[in-house]
């Protein structure tokens, strides 16, 4: 104002307000990054939170908005891996114990169909579990008791069945050869009592009658000679 014409002040007043307007450009910068810093690690904390809380979903939204407000930044990215990990290792925990949870049911029905004896359903059951979970070895030991079980009521079923078939026949035989030994028909009563006996050797019943056709017919062979003398 002084001396208008003098360049220097003049100089100086821009250099001044050059700097001025760095200051406050840098003091705006300054404040923006503060904000962002601590937009950023309130982000990040939220993110830690839900990531210890294995909210694997929100984890991942804030990890990924807070590699996106600082891109350089290497802790998101590592985080976001291991919520990738995290979240994998959860699902298949899960999944095991939902697996786990359907075997021990399987087994328990399993175990009660094979204490009432109802094998078929039994061994079902435990073909189930075994496809569940393959290197288990207790369904496996018990699919094979099963298998002996039904093959031992098969046997059995069997075995009855041919006793009855058995004691049909022989109650048939009996019963004709009664009549027969009654009517005084001794050779067919003789017959029918030798077949019974050989089913059922035990009884003493056919050989009693047996003995006797043989005393009567050996009496009436007898009586016979001698009349014919």
């Given amino acids: 104002t002084l001396k208008p014409k003098e360049q220097y002040p003049k100089d100086q007043i821009a250099a001044i307000n050059k700097k001025k307007e760095e200051l406050a450009k840098k003091a705006e910068e300054e404040r923006k990054q503060r904000e962002l810093d601590a937009q950023y690690q309130a982000v990040i904390t939220a993110a830690d939170q839900a990531l210890a809380a294995e909210n694997w979903d929100v ?6 908005e807070a590699s996106g407000l600082k891109p350089a930044e290497k802790y998101p990215k590592d985080q976001l891996a291991l919520v990738g990990k995290r979240k994998a290792e959860a ?4 999944r095991l114990e ?23 359903a039994a061994k079902a059951k435990y073909q189930e579990a075994s496809a569940l979970k393959p290197m288990e070895r207790y369904p496996k030991d018990r699919i094979a008791e099963v298998d002996a079980r039904i093959a031992e009521q098969a046997r059995k079923a069997e075995e009855e069945k041919r006793n009855r078939e058995r004691e049909a026949k022989y109650s048939e035989l009996i019963l004709r050869a009664d ?12 017959v ?20 006797a056709i043989g005393s009567e017919l050996d009496a009436a062979a007898l009586a016979k000679a001698e009349e014919e003398r």
Avoid: M, N, V
Wanted: proline residues 5%.
């Fill in 59 to 64: 984890a991942t939204a804030k990890y990924t």
């Fill in 91 to 94: 699902e298949e925990r899960k």
């Fill in 98 to 120: 939902a697996i786990q949870a359907q075997y021990d049911q399987l087994i328990t029905a399993a175990d009660a169909a094979f204490g009432s004896e109802s094998y078929p």
């Fill in 179 to 190: 009549r027969a030994y009654d009517s005084k028909k001794l050779s067919a009563a003789l």
């Fill in 192 to 211: 029918d009592y030798r077949d019974a006996s050989t089913l059922k050797p035990e009884e003493q019943h056919p050989k009693d009658r047996i003995a």
